[in-house]
């Protein structure tokens, strides 16, 4: 005779057995295991001596009675704890015994090896020259601690320790821990810039400018949108080129191949073929206008940057968008390449600095040094750094972390534009229409100019929207909001001695953030 099993679902037989082993163990529910003694012992000497072998046997403290009384008078007043005993020495254990010296037999006495006493350290340093007994004294009084300490006496060292120390070298410690406040080094003499050609041409707000690779000639971008060619050496235009539908804020000119590119309000990025004068490639992608343009010095690679927020890396060639670099909550105003790491550096109006990671197309590193929209940014051409403008002041920071230098304060104005060269001129422009000249290592601030609107302009229209060194760096091309190009160069007859340094070091200090 068979009984029929009642049949019940996987689900049902789950949880049945979810309960059981619940009702088995909610007794000891969260109880920690049982620690076996052994297994604990052979753990504990495993750890002691793999991590503390090196200093598993240290010396074992043997301290006399009469410690205090070999101590000089000015020392009676910090009382020491000790244990019963004569001799004041250490005796230090778990080390090879070796004799005192050659012929000389081991025996019970001179298995033991002494160090002097705390008396005798403190007699013997005094009788050093102070700088060197500060020296030894110190070293001396840090390995008496660490004996002190490991004895289980850590307080019972401290006053003898302090006491030599500030006697001997007048707080050691403290001394270590006080700094000079920050003072700004000389600066380099640099002599003053001046004038030298004003260009007219363009109908509207000079936007952008780039020097091409052979010095020949410069590339202009304007709000009238028009990019003009003009000759470096006579100032003369060449040539005109339209396309642009809406202010041209970028251009850049390559030096791995025959090509201008271009962006501009109107949301295009175009590439100009320089043999035909025509365009011949459009990047399409970025929601809003494009501020600003970079080429990649070693790699075919372009970068924009934009209103949408975001940088966007091009395939020059297969006009292939690689990378669209987002992580900016604003507008991005300004995009620089370099060959070295980090390759992209974005500036933003959400106050802050970028460092990407090219390959990846990810952030290496953001500064939120600065407090308001940084519109511009400049490589030094010779050293791993570089600086940043913005409403607030100039900061200069050090590759490849961002690691801030100092900050280069005084152009109280909104900085537009950037540009230094290798001689160390760091030029900061503004909107106002000031130009500052600094002195890139210090940070001084050797001329400031304000150069006079075209005939015919307000003087409201005084700004500063781009300057550029050309490649030789003896020019300093400046785009303008009178709608001219302004060619500044070294004053040839100036000296140190016509203009001086006007240097106080006393006032001039470095912010430390």
């Given at each position: 005779m068979?009984e029929?099993?009642?049949?019940?679902?996987?689900?049902?037989?789950v949880f049945?057995?979810?309960?059981?082993?619940?009702?088995?163990?909610?007794?000891?529910q969260?109880?920690?295991?049982?620690?076996?003694d052994?297994s604990y012992?052979?753990?504990?000497?495993?750890?002691l001596?793999?991590?503390?072998?090196?200093?598993?046997?240290?010396p074992?403290l043997k301290?006399?009675?009469?410690?205090?009384?070999?101590?000089?008078g000015s020392?009676l007043g910090?009382?020491?704890?000790?244990q019963?005993?004569?001799?004041?020495?250490?005796?230090?254990?778990?080390?090879?015994?070796?004799?005192?010296g050659?012929?000389v037999?081991?025996?019970?006495?001179?298995?033991?090896?002494?160090?002097?006493s705390?008396?005798?350290?403190y007699?013997?340093?005094l009788?050093?020259?102070?700088?060197q007994?500060?020296q030894?004294?110190?070293r001396?009084?840090?390995?008496?601690?660490?004996?002190?300490?490991?004895?289980g006496?850590?307080?019972?060292?401290?006053?003898?320790?302090?006491?030599v120390?500030?006697?001997?070298?007048g707080?050691t410690?403290?001394s270590?821990?006080?700094?000079?406040?920050?003072?700004?080094?000389k600066?380099?003499?640099?002599?003053?810039?001046?004038?030298?050609?004003?260009?007219?041409?363009?109908?509207?707000?000079?936007r952008s400018?780039?020097?091409?690779?052979?010095?020949?000639?410069?590339?202009?971008?304007?709000?009238?949108?028009?990019?003009?060619?003009w000759?470096?050496?006579?100032?003369?235009?060449?040539?005109?080129?339209?396309?642009h539908i809406?202010?041209?804020?970028?251009?850049a000119?390559?030096?791995?191949?025959p090509?201008?590119f271009?962006?501009?309000?109107d949301?295009q990025?175009k590439c100009?073929?320089?043999?035909?004068?025509?365009?011949?490639?459009?990047?399409h992608?970025?929601l809003?206008?494009v501020?600003?343009?970079?080429l990649?010095?070693?790699?075919?690679?372009?970068?924009?940057?934009s209103?949408?927020a975001?940088?966007?890396v091009?395939?020059?060639?297969t006009?292939?968008?690689?990378?669209?670099?987002?992580?900016h909550?604003?507008?991005?105003?300004?995009?620089?390449?370099?060959?070295?790491?980090?390759?992209?550096?974005?500036?933003?109006?959400?106050?802050t600095?970028?460092l990407?990671?090219?390959?990846?197309g990810?952030?290496?590193?953001?500064?939120?040094?600065?407090?308001?929209?940084?519109?511009?940014i400049?490589?030094h051409p010779?050293?791993y750094?570089?600086?940043?403008?913005?409403?607030?002041?100039?900061k200069?920071?050090?590759f490849?972390d961002?690691?801030?230098?100092?900050?280069?304060?005084?152009?109280?104005?909104?900085?537009?534009?950037?540009a230094?060269n290798s001689?160390g001129?760091?030029?900061?422009?503004?909107?106002?229409?000031?130009?500052?000249?600094?002195?890139?290592?210090t940070?001084?601030?050797?001329q400031?100019?304000?150069?006079?609107?075209?005939?015919?302009?307000?003087?409201?229209?005084?700004?500063?929207?781009?300057c550029m060194?050309?490649?030789s760096?003896s020019?300093?091309?400046?785009?303008?909001?009178?709608?001219?190009?302004?060619?500044?160069?070294?004053d040839?007859?100036?000296?140190?001695?016509s203009?001086?340094?006007?240097w106080?070091?006393?006032?001039?200090?470095r912010?430390?953030?």
């Amino acid at each position: 005779m068979t009984e029929d099993v009642q049949k019940h679902s996987v689900h049902t037989l789950v949880f049945r057995s979810l309960k059981r082993t619940h009702d088995m163990f909610v007794s000891d529910q969260a109880k920690s295991v049982a620690l076996d003694d052994e297994s604990y012992k052979v753990k504990m000497d495993v750890k002691l001596k793999a991590e503390y072998g090196a200093v598993l046997h240290m010396p074992v403290l043997k301290e006399g009675k009469d410690r205090v009384s070999q101590l000089p008078g000015s020392m009676l007043g910090h009382h020491s704890y000790t244990q019963p005993g004569d001799d004041p020495d250490y005796l230090i254990t778990g080390t090879h015994a070796y004799p005192s010296g050659p012929g000389v037999a081991l025996t019970a006495d001179t298995k033991m090896h002494r160090n002097p006493s705390e008396g005798g350290i403190y007699s013997m340093a005094l009788a050093l020259p102070p700088s060197q007994a500060r020296q030894d004294v110190s070293r001396t009084a840090a390995s008496v601690a660490d004996i002190h300490r490991h004895a289980g006496g850590a307080e019972r060292s401290h006053p003898m320790s302090s006491a030599v120390s500030l006697l001997e070298g007048g707080g050691t410690r403290n001394s270590a821990l006080m700094r000079k406040a920050p003072t700004m080094p000389k600066p380099q003499w640099h002599p003053p810039w001046k004038l030298f050609r004003v260009i007219s041409g363009h109908l509207g707000w000079v936007r952008s400018i780039a020097v091409e690779p052979g010095n020949q000639w410069f590339v202009t971008g304007s709000a009238d949108r028009t990019i003009k060619i003009w000759d470096l050496a006579s100032g003369k235009l060449k040539l005109s080129l339209t396309g642009h539908i809406s202010t041209v804020r970028g251009v850049a000119v390559s030096s791995r191949s025959p090509y201008l590119f271009s962006c501009g309000e109107d949301k295009q990025v175009k590439c100009w073929d320089l043999e035909y004068n025509k365009v011949i490639r459009h990047y399409h992608g970025h929601l809003s206008a494009v501020y600003d343009i970079d080429l990649h010095p070693t790699i075919d690679v372009l970068v924009t940057c934009s209103r949408d927020a975001s940088a966007r890396v091009w395939d020059i060639r297969t006009k292939a968008n690689v990378h669209t670099l987002t992580g900016h909550t604003n507008t991005v105003a300004t995009v620089r390449c370099q060959a070295a790491e980090p390759q992209i550096i974005t500036g933003s109006h959400d106050s802050t600095i970028r460092l990407w990671d090219l390959i990846a197309g990810k952030t290496r590193a953001t500064l939120t040094n600065h407090k308001k929209s940084v519109r511009t940014i400049v490589l030094h051409p010779r050293q791993y750094t570089f600086a940043s403008g913005s409403a607030d002041n100039v900061k200069q920071w050090m590759f490849p972390d961002g690691n801030f230098i100092q900050n280069l304060s005084g152009h109280n104005a909104i900085i537009n534009t950037l540009a230094v060269n290798s001689d160390g001129v760091l030029v900061s422009g503004a909107d106002n229409g000031t130009i500052h000249m600094w002195d890139w290592r210090t940070g001084y601030n050797f001329q400031r100019i304000h150069a006079a609107v075209q005939p015919g302009s307000l003087d409201s229209e005084s700004g500063i929207f781009a300057c550029m060194f050309d490649h030789s760096e003896s020019r300093l091309i400046t785009a303008e909001a009178d709608k001219t190009i302004k060619v500044y160069k070294e004053d040839d007859t100036a000296t140190e001695e016509s203009h001086p340094i006007n240097w106080k070091p006393e006032i001039l200090k470095r912010k430390r953030f």
